[in-house]
Structures are given as C-alpha cells and as structure tokens.
C-alpha cells in the first residue's frame, strides 16, 4: 500500500494564528503561497495582540504601488518611516514588549522578536512573514516540509491551483480552510482520488493577561503566556493526523 500524503498550503500571514499551525501540522507537505495576489484589510500584513484594553492591530505599512507586481512575493514594506519616532518595527516591538512583559514565557520569546523589531530590517512582507512562520513552526515542534510556491512554479488558480499542488506532491489527502467550500471542486479532486479536508478549528480557551478570554489572537499570545505547552493547547479538541488518515471522526468535514 502506497503512503498516504497530506498536502496544504497558505498564503504568507504576519503573526498567524493558532488554527494555522493546527492545519499546518495536520500535513506532510505545507505549500508557502507567495505567489498569489495580496489582499488589503486581510491577514497578509496585519495580526492582533491582547491588551489591557483589548484586542489591538500590529500593522505592517506596505506600498503596492512600488512593488514590482500585487504578487505577496513582490510586495514592499513602507520604509519611509525607518529611523523615526513612527518607525513601525519599533512600534511593534514596544507594543509587544509593553503587553506581555508580565507573561510567564516573554522571557523565553522576547528576544527573537527583539531581532526582529530592532536588530534587522525588512524590505519585502512575504520575507518577513517567512521568517517569523519558521521560527514559529520550530518551537512549536511542527516538522511538516516547507516549500515556497515561488519557487516551485504553480500556474493555476483558486481550487484548480489546490489540486496543482496536490498533483504536484502526489498528495492523497487535501487539508484546507473552512472557506474553501467556497471555491474548492471536490468532484475535481475525486477523479484524483483525493480526499478533501475543510478545516474547522475548535479555538481552545487559555489563561491570558488582561481578564477575561480573548480568541483569535497571533500564536505569540500564546507561546508568552504557555511555552512550551502550546502545541498540546493548539491541538486541544480538534482533528489529529493520524485521525485524519484514518478517515476522520464523525465530528470532521473529510469527504
């Protein structure tokens, strides 16, 4: 019997939630998809942290006009601000450093983000976004193959692109969000024999800063207040792999 491969893939986010890392883990093979148009007001350059006042926008400032196309591959960071009191990566730093300092773990995380915020500089968001999803994936424990769409060159579009990578890795299992029902062909990937997966994350609930629980935060709220018992809380009450090669459970989407 030949091994069953679980492919998925993304677009490049800025401090990504935990039901990424969930679907990330789910696969054998992730597919970064810098390749795709970047989305204004989406997640591609924005995340939220938890303060005493509530959720809060990070926004990394992009400029699609000087970008060399609207690919998340090409589009530029705004830096014109560098050096300056309104320099966004100290802003990011400072607002992170200002929240979570009083976190069991930041002791452990900060100074990655440190790194990033002070000590290095970003020109392209899709290179930043690489860097801080390894990082992420690293201490989480979660050793799926990495590939970069970029670079493996992809041709399709919306759910034709899905099967191309699945084709691609010879994938007999497809794991994608929950809003693919939007767009995916399943009858496409049947005449593949592949199964498709729609993700529907159950967010777990967590200690927090700041009163009472707030989900949908970046996974960095969680790995400040939980180290390394953040992947066992990611996974909490949701779909593991080997269920997922198994078939599912009655609770999954697997068809």
Known sequence: MSEKIIVTGHQPVYLPWLGLFHKISLADIYIFMDDVQYLEKDWNNRNKIKTP??????????????????????????????????????????????NYKRAPHFKTYAPFFEDIYVKKTWEKLAELNEYQLKY?????????????????????????????HCLKFKASVCVTGAMGKDYIKEEDFANHSIKVYFQNYQHPVYQQLWGEFAPFMTVADLLF???????????????????????????TSIR
């Open 225 to 251: 207040n939980h180290g390394e018992a953040s992947p066992g809380i990611i996974a909490q009450g949701n779909i593991r792999k080997e269920e997922l090669l198994s078939g599912g459970s009655p609770k």
């Open 53 to 98: 006042h509530g959720a809060k926008w990070l926004t990394v400032p992009v400029s699609v006009k000087k970008s060399a196309s609207a690919l998340l591959k090409d589009i530029m960071i705004d830096t014109s601000r560098r050096g300056t009191k309104d320099d966004w990566q100290l802003e990011h730093w400072k607002t992170i450093e200002g």
């Open 136 to 164: 992420f994936l690293e201490v989480l424990g979660i050793k799926t193959k990495f590939y970069k769409a970029s670079e493996v060159g992809f041709t399709q579009k919306k759910s034709d692109l899905v099967l191309e």
